[in-house]
């Protein structure tokens, strides 16, 4: 199957800092990718989907300003958590449509775990 | 919220028993598909059915699909340690690409 990679997978940073984390398609083209928020022992909430060249769509309960997504190529988005506080400390994970599935079909980043202290 | 539910929230089965998960879901749909999750790990693609399937069967796992009921099963048989993971259903909205995820259901199987 197609392989979604994310980096970092586990970062610790102080309150107040930004953080990068970036979701790689590695071996497919994605139109369309997703990043979702996972608090402990919760389950997995769609933060917003991103498209290739285009600005992306948060859900709602998002904020935009804080969660700066980019999908400059049709492999690669970022997800910037700009000041950053302990609240934001959770799992972050993206996945990947290529728009070529006949059902839709997502690949899931292994997700990076977010530390604010 | 769109959010799907699944239940039990939580369920803790011995070695060799039957685990059954149910989900329940909100909108129409283009297919369904179970998930499982390692403790702080990322997601396993398991299986996925289509709307217009009812039963879908991948090695010990059966998967059934009701749409009049909006609603799913996973069964395991014959459980094993290894099983032991939190495991969730996610739907597709029709007409879009956007997957909502079931509140999922911790499994534990006891050696």
């Known amino acids: 199957g197609a392989v979604v990679s994310q980096h970092p997978s586990r970062v610790i940073c102080k309150s107040g800092t930004s953080v990068k984390i970036e979701c790689r398609s590695l071996d497919f083209q994605a139109t369309t990718m997703f990043w979702y928020r996972q608090f402990p022992k919760q389950s997995l909430m769609l933060m917003a989907t991103?498209?290739?060249?285009?600005?992306?769509?948060?859900e709602q309960g998002v904020e935009k300003d804080k969660f700066l997504i980019n999908h400059a190529s049709l492999t690669l988005s970022t997800l910037t958590v700009t000041s950053a506080h302990p609240e934001d400390s959770s799992f972050y994970i993206c996945?990947?449509?290529?728009?070529?599935?006949?059902?839709?079909?997502?690949?899931f980043g292994p997700g990076t775990r977010l530390t604010v202290l | 919220s769109q959010q799907g539910e699944e239940d039990p929230q939580a369920l803790s089965i011995q070695e060799g028993e039957n685990a059954t998960m149910n989900c329940s879901y909100k909108t129409s749909i283009n297919n369904l598909q179970w998930y499982r999750q390692n403790s702080g790990r990322g997601l396993v693609h398991l299986i996925l059915?289509?709307?217009?399937?009812r039963e879908k069967h991948s090695g010990r796992l059966r998967v059934t699909l009701d749409t009049s009921k909006k609603s799913s099963s996973l069964l395991i048989t014959a459980s094993r340690a290894a099983d032991t993971a939190s495991y969730f259903c996610?739907?597709?909205?029709?007409?879009?690409?956007?997957?909502?995820f079931g509140t999922g259901t911790r499994l534990k199987v006891l050696a």
């Open positions: 991103s498209n290739e060249g285009s600005k992306a769509t948060y």
């Open positions: 059915i289509r709307s217009n399937e």
């Open positions: 996610a739907t597709d909205l029709s007409g879009t690409y956007k997957y909502i």
């Open positions: 996945s990947a449509a290529s728009g070529k599935s006949s059902y839709n079909e997502q690949f």
